[in-house]
């Protein structure tokens, strides 16, 4: 058999993503502040995209225009009391007029916001964990070795104040012996707060135990032994190994609660993220009205004058240049605003859809799936994934992420689904109003279901919602105390 080179011809068809289309479904999964820096990135990039000007000098409104009327009335007002003739001392509108008309100039002080604290006034320090620990240990008393040592695991804290190594990894980090980094760690957990540096919660229970209850001979040897059992309540087994009451494992049980899980939580500087939202539903003349928010995205346009130099002469490189950036401006401006309708048509039939909802509150949401979105505005089920994705919509009942409209349905025997959100609000509304010494077990959160509100799911479907919401089991949920 003989092997050949030969040339032939097929037709096929396959799916080609142009760098245009990546930057078309990358515009439309991106929130509004990503939005609104990428399109500040392209206006830096691109030569050929430009902000169009805002040159217009907004009229007064009608409430301005009330506010000049009444200011001219009780200058008119003050003119009669004397006589006709203006009193400088008396005519204060005219000395806030000359105030508020005159023109900002930096002071001898330097600021033109006077009257605003200094920013020094703003800025604030906080105190790290490994610092407040570091500087504590300036002042104890070791070796040189232990002190090494000390310096790596204070390094290796995580946010819980646990150390993330083993001490052998610190005694070969720094050269040490066992014996010293295994001091160095003892010299830490004694500091302030007790049981940094421990390596699970139970060392770091026992360290407090051990200081706080010294002459205690039994509460070290409960920490470590017998914590699962008092995770599930189960004080019975505690008191048969320990060979103790049942009401002096509940005291026990009582100061362990007093102890502290995670040293190092309240030196965590923990920045809060606040949510933007993209979208705004309020009611409005008796209508639902839909306002995409734009704070801060740029209204953008090619650039005429690039078009006169494409039109002109030049080099070939440069038109070809200069053509490919206004192609990318032009796709860019066509992008988002298909971005923005996209989005408003997602909302229009969230909102046509989750009626109710949006009227009477979250126990009224109805099952809703991409499926049923995206048949309703003709797109793609992807489509509508990357539209709600990292997106929040601020209504009457808070700001919610886009997603939160989307639910399964449990299936009753009437043929009706009803909302898994409805039914996770129901049973955290029966465990909230329990009694704690007698929590509801999964099957009676059933039986409560379906005598309450007619609604019947299985155990396991609410064991399933119960977990996703992050409410213990009943047996972790009493309390005796």
């Known amino acids: 058999m003989a092997l050949e080179l030969k040339q032939s011809l097929k037709l096929q068809q396959s799916l080609v993503i142009t760098p245009q289309l990546q930057q078309a479904i990358k515009l439309l999964q991106l929130s509004h502040l990503d939005l609104v820096a990428n399109i500040n990135q392209e206006l830096l990039e691109n030569p050929a995209l430009e902000e169009i000007p805002g040159t217009e000098i907004p009229e007064k409104s009608e409430a301005e225009k009330a506010l000049d009327g009444s200011r001219a009335d009780v200058k008119r007002e003050l003119l009669e009391q004397n006589n006709g003739k203006e009193n400088n001392d008396q005519d204060w509108l005219k000395v806030l007029d000359g105030y508020q008309?005159?023109?900002?100039?930096?002071?001898?002080?330097?600021?033109?916001?006077?009257?605003?604290?200094p920013i020094e006034a703003n800025l604030r320090s906080t105190t790290s964990l490994t610092d407040h620990l570091r500087w504590q240990m300036r002042m104890q008393f070791c070796t040189d070795a232990e002190s090494r040592a000390a310096a790596v695991i204070l390094l290796n804290l995580d946010d819980r104040?646990?150390?993330?190594?083993?001490l052998e990894s610190v005694a070969e980090t720094v050269g040490v012996e066992l014996e010293d980094a295994e001091g160095a760690q003892m010299i830490i957990q004694s500091l302030d707060p007790l049981g940094c540096s421990s390596r699970d919660l139970a060392e770091c229970l026992s360290i407090q135990a051990k200081v706080n209850?010294?002459?205690?001979?039994?509460?070290?040897?409960?920490?470590?032994?017998?914590?699962?059992?008092?995770?599930?309540?189960n004080y019975q087994a505690v008191a048969r190994a320990m060979e103790l009451d049942v009401e002096d494992i509940i005291e026990y049980h009582k100061m362990i609660r007093l102890f502290e899980p995670w040293p190092g939580r309240g030196y965590a500087d923990v920045e809060p993220h606040y949510i933007t939202p993209d979208v705004y539903m309020f009611k409005l003349g008796g209508e639902w009205q839909i306002l995409l928010n734009e704070d801060g995205m740029p209204k953008l346009r090619v650039s005429n004058y690039y078009r006169r130099v494409l039109e002109g002469s030049g080099s070939k490189e440069d038109r070809a240049y200069i053509k490919?950036?206004?192609?990318?401006?032009?796709?860019?401006?066509?992008?988002?605003?298909?971005?923005q309708s996209t989005i408003f048509k997602v909302v229009k039939c969230i909102l046509d859809r989750q009626a109710d909802f949006f009227?009477?509150?979250?126990?009224?949401?109805?099952?809703?799936?991409?499926r049923d979105v995206a048949d309703a505005i003709e797109v793609h089920e992807s489509t509508v994934s990357r539209v709600t994705s990292n997106k929040y919509l601020q209504c009457p009942h808070g700001i919610l992420e886009l997603k939160y409209f989307f639910s399964s349905g449990v299936q009753q025997a009437s043929g009706e689904d009803i909302s898994a959100v409805k039914i996770k609000n129901r049973i955290k509304q029966l465990i909230g109003a329990e009694d704690p010494k007698k929590p509801f077990s999964d099957q009676q959160i059933v039986k409560e279901l379906q005598a309450a509100d007619g609604?019947?799911?299985?155990?396991?479907?609410?064991?399933?919602?119960r977990e996703a919401m992050g409410i213990l089991s009943s047996s972790k949920r009493k309390k005796l105390f």
């Open 101 to 117: 008309n005159q023109p900002k100039e930096r002071g001898s002080r330097g600021l033109i916001h006077d009257d605003l604290p």
């Open 359 to 370: 009227e009477k509150g979250p126990d009224h949401l109805r099952p809703m799936v991409l």
């Open 455 to 465: 609604i019947k799911c299985a155990r396991r479907t609410v064991a399933k919602y």
């Open 213 to 233: 209850h010294p002459e205690d001979p039994y509460f070290v040897e409960i920490i470590q032994n017998h914590l699962g059992d008092f995770e599930k309540r």
């Open 161 to 166: 104040g646990y150390l993330l190594m083993p």
């Open 324 to 339: 490919d950036k206004l192609d990318s401006a032009d796709f860019l401006i066509k992008s988002i605003y298909k971005r």
